[in-house]
């Protein structure tokens, strides 16, 4: 079953960022330390069920730094899902989402007194069938967006084509990518930035962010058309929703004027322009970007010198690490939509993820992320 909420017709129009997947419930465990004591029994304060995983840390950061955000996913029917639409429902984030008979995707976080964290992650087993969405309507959604962050969720891979060939702008997560597991790699046609922690690659970093660099190269789509040209060969209307009506077709797309690129970036021409691929004709290229917690990100553009961006000074004591990577992202991209170059997104990213650590879970209260400029 396919549902709309969050502004029905106007869930699938003119939205700043498309959120491909990621959903998910987090199942939030304060311990003494991580890993936590080795005893039968640990007494912990109350445990708190709440919205998690990538997909849902991006959407809600970007809704709360004021962007229109559209997540589409799978859900399950069950008291886990709920908790999931009920967060999204009060951070005003419109969704699109397909029943998952496999249930809602759960993560335990274990997080110390400093606010580290360690998770353990239930995907509830693999995908099986077709995809829950049909490729055009998911092109149709990306053309329709400013931005798509597409999650490397299983059902999303075989996608991945109709998503890269339609977006104008785009990014996703590789989270803990070596560089060579195949399964991440598969995700590089779909992003023009391509994020990766950082924390545990060491002095292999540098390596696993040119990987993401050759690997975007080498998966560059064919050239993307207009909006106009994408929605005008797709059907007009999309399937029921769940009561009994239908979510209209995503008209009056911004037009090539809308998207022009702020020039003089390090790094390509501007988040939002219109273009072929990952823009190797017009000279825009791939970015790698990896997080690295505390002490900051490392950014490797495709055409500069790599630079290290600082971890910015918490405003407030730390709580909570968990999302932070996420809304990292978030940050970038709502910085690259403004027009902002590179390095000051990035200098941006950096005091939006360290603010999200302030408080505990992904829902954020108003005027806690920093704004634009502040």
């Known amino acids: 079953m396919s549902t ?3 502004g029905g017709a106007s869930a699938v129009r003119e939205v700043d960022l498309l959120v491909v997947g990621g959903l998910g419930l987090d199942i939030a465990v304060a311990v003494p330390s991580v890993p936590p004591p080795d005893a039968d ?3 912990v304060p109350p445990i708190d069920l709440r919205v998690g995983n990538t997909g849902a840390g991006v959407a809600l950061a970007a809704a709360a730094l004021g962007l229109r955000v559209l997540v589409v996913d799978t859900l399950g029917a069950d008291p886990a899902g709920e908790i999931v639409r009920a967060a999204l429902h009060r951070a005003g984030v419109a969704h699109r989402l397909v029943d998952d008979p496999r249930g809602t995707r759960r ?3 274990l997080i110390d007194p400093a606010g580290r964290r360690s998770s353990l992650y239930d995907p509830r087993g693999g995908w099986a069938g077709p995809p829950p969405f049909a490729g055009w ?8 967006a400013r931005h798509v962050h597409v999650s490397i969720m299983d059902w999303v891979a075989p996608l991945v084509p109709d998503l890269a060939g339609s977006a104008r702008s785009s990014s996703t997560d590789l989270h803990d990518w070596d560089g060579e597991n195949p399964y991440h790699r598969a995700f590089l046609p779909a992003a023009d930035i391509v994020f990766v922690s950082g924390t545990e690659l060491g002095d292999r970093l540098d390596a696993t962010l040119r990987a993401v660099l050759d690997g975007a190269r080498q998966a560059a789509p064919p050239a993307r058309p207009a909006v106009s040209e994408v929605t005008s060969a797709l059907p007009g209307a999309y399937p029921p929703t769940a009561d009994g009506g239908s979510a209209t077709s995503p008209a009056g797309g911004p037009s090539p004027a809308d998207v022009e690129p702020q020039r003089g970036g390090p790094a390509f021409s501007g988040v939002g322009r219109r273009r072929g691929g990952p823009a190797f004709e017009d000279g825009r290229l791939p970015l790698a970007v990896g997080t690295l ?3 900051g990100a490392r950014v490797m553009p495709g055409d500069a010198v790599p630079f290290d961006v600082p971890a910015a000074a918490p405003p407030a004591a730390i709580v909570d690490s968990n999302g932070a990577g996420d809304a990292f992202a978030a940050g970038f991209i709502a910085a690259r939509l ?21 408080v505990a879970g992904m829902e954020y209260p108003p005027g806690l992320l920093p704004a634009p400029g502040g």
């Not at 309507?137 to 329709?144: S, V, W």
């Open 137 to 144: 309507e998911l092109a149709q959604l990306a053309a329709a």
């Open 338 to 358: 403004r027009g902002e170059r590179v390095d000051r997104a990035a200098g941006y990213a950096a005091r939006v993820a360290v603010a999200s650590c302030t």
């Open 293 to 295: 917690g505390e002490r």
């Open 4 to 6: 709309v909420s969050g």
């Open 41 to 43: 029994s640990t007494t």
């Open 107 to 109: 993560s335990v976080s």
